[in-house]
T-cell receptor, first 113, second 115 residues
């Protein structure tokens, strides 16, 4: 069985500052994908960033980057230069070969002007 | 820009009634997913289709839930009879494949309230 844990139910950040959301996971597989999804209020969930486990280089998408620590089974999301539009629920998710996407409980991010 | 469509957006029903949700995936996407998201939790997969075939329905409560994708395009999820514990957001997603290389695109969801 695979599990995803997000230990921060809520986080807040000042506009233009940097925030890091934490995620840990557990799987016995060696090949898998990790994702961060963003779910704004009353809007659909969208993919923020994706990391393939066999790639050592951390993924980056504009202001979003991850810190992937495979041995520690840790996958944190860093948002730089936070904007008001970044306010949302963020979900960490794990997918292994042949298995379903498993989501964490989510972290509610508030961006203060 | 292509999007996953879902209807209705909101549904209020009484327990023991039947409800149905509809999903139209992005054109050309062979894989379709139905998720249930209880308030304050992450989505949980109910059923996954590859074209018209079910490939994973292990978490679908089959005594009351059913799902179909008859022509391999749009899909319907049905609950009969609805129970109070079914109140949740029901999300549909689609992708062009089944591996993590293929991004899942989510619809806006149907929020179900069972009274």
């Amino acid at each position: 069985a695979q599990t995803v844990t997000q230990s921060q139910p809520e986080m807040s950040v000042q506009e233009a500052e940097t925030v890091t959301l934490s995620c840990t996971y557990d799987t016995s597989e060696s090949d898998y994908y990790l994702f961060w999804y963003k779910q704004p209020p009353s809007r659909q969930m969208i993919l923020v960033i994706r990391q393939e486990a066999y790639k050592q280089q951390n993924a980056t998408e504009n202001r979003f980057s991850v810190n992937f620590q495979k041995a520690a089974k840790s996958f944190s999301l860093k948002i730089s230069d936070s904007q008001l539009g970044d306010a949302a629920m963020y979900f960490c998710a794990l997918e292994t070969s042949g298995s379903r996407l498993t989501f964490g409980e989510g972290t509610q991010l508030t961006v203060n002007p | 820009e292509a999007e996953v469509a879902q209807s209705p957006r909101y549904k209020i029903t009484e327990k023991s009634q039947a409800v149905a949700f509809w999903c139209d995936p992005i054109s050309g996407h062979a894989t379709l997913y139905w998720y249930r998201q209880i308030l304050g939790q992450g989505p949980e997969l109910l059923v996954q289709f590859q074209d018209e075939s079910v490939v994973d329905d292990s978490q679908l409560p089959k005594d009351r839930f059913s799902a179909e994708r008859l022509k391999g395009v749009d899909s319907t999820l049905k609950i009969q009879p609805a129970e109070l514990g079914d109140s949740a957001m029901y999300l549909c997603a689609s992708s062009s494949g089944t591996s993590g290389d293929n991004e899942q695109f989510f619809g806006p969801g149907t929020r179900l309230t069972v009274l």
